[in-house]
């Protein structure tokens, strides 16, 4: 029996693949959510599959009375319904926040607070390997780039060593997130890591990833990325202690749904919602996705008549 998690994830030749090199005997159990963002390369696997209505199809749409207690889960269950969700009561302990701004700089302004301040104080996490910033864009002042140069002088600004190559400033201590799969190293797009060593002797960088380290050539440092903050679609797949969402009208061409959905559901502990109230509105009411044009399910339909 094979089990393939996150399917959502999966493409179409990734998926005819990996189907081809099974045996006949072997079943296959399908898990994912299709609510999510799609994957990246060519198709729409899983709701092909469940849309064909001839593979056995189970659908989770209940939520239980453990589940209930956390607002992370009732909170994307109404992102679903396209509801924006509950704004958290004052002085009411809660696992979801949603903090209301005026614009990008306010949200700017508050989710450096939260991090510097109330993550490491009020909630006794650790704000670098505890905490992670999603965002839908990688440009502008709110994207990947920028917060992450920022975050990283808020929360690492003297290293005891660094160096600067291929446009990042590399110090340690500073989270990284590996951008490419590397067989050799057995390290994969995605992984997120500390650095540990930089030595200008040996031209070369230690990162402990979950207590593997790993060496890098300075050249070799195209393959990492500084990691305070992601794209909400680098982290499809992924899961973390603490996810911080900020959402502004400078993001309003990637406002979706499924985006937000996806964002949401990385949180394991907390999630905390820093946007304008018109963008949170305008992502969850969006619902219009590009079809993607693949004759996937009628293919099944065909070959299952």
Request: proline residues 4%; negative net charge.
């Amino acid at each position: 029996l094979l089990v393939i998690d996150e399917a959502s994830m999966v493409d179409t030749i990734l998926m005819n693949s990996l189907l081809k090199s099974l045996p006949d005997r072997a079943g296959v159990l399908v898990v994912g959510d299709i609510d999510q963002l799609p994957s990246v390369g060519a198709g729409a696997v899983l709701s092909d599959i469940i849309a064909s209505g001839k593979i056995h199809t189970a659908r989770l749409t209940e939520i239980f009375r453990q589940a209930a207690s956390s607002q992370i889960i009732v909170n994307a269950h109404r992102i679903n319904e396209g509801k924006a969700p509950f704004k958290s009561e004052k002085g009411k302990p809660t696992d979801f926040y949603v903090i209301h701004c005026q614009d990008a700089e306010d949200i700017h302004d508050k989710l450096t607070k939260v991090i510097a301040d109330r993550i490491p104080n009020v909630f006794k996490m650790n704000p670098i390997t505890d905490v992670q910033v999603l965002t839908p864009m990688n440009r502008g002042g709110l994207g990947v780039k920028s917060l992450n140069i920022e975050l990283q002088k808020l929360l690492n600004p003297s290293p005891m060593a660094s160096i600067t190559k291929f446009g990042w400033t590399f110090g340690i201590g500073d989270k990284v997130v590996q951008s490419v799969n590397n067989y050799d190293k057995e390290v994969f797009n995605g992984d997120l890591g500390l650095i540990k060593t930089i030595d200008h002797v040996e031209l070369e960088i230690t990162v402990d990833f979950d207590d593997k380290i790993v060496t890098y050539d300075f050249n070799e440092l195209d393959e990492v990325d500084l990691a305070y903050a992601t794209s909400i679609h680098k982290s499809q797949g992924s899961e973390y202690p603490v996810v911080i969402m900020p959402l502004s009208m400078q993001h309003y061409m990637l406002l979706q749904r499924n985006l937000i959905y996806t964002g949401v559901t990385r949180g394991k502990k907390l999630v905390i919602m820093i946007g304008e109230p018109k963008a949170i509105q305008m992502g969850v009411s969006n619902f219009k996705q590009s079809k993607r044009l693949t004759k996937l399910s009628e293919r099944i339909i065909e070959l299952t008549s």
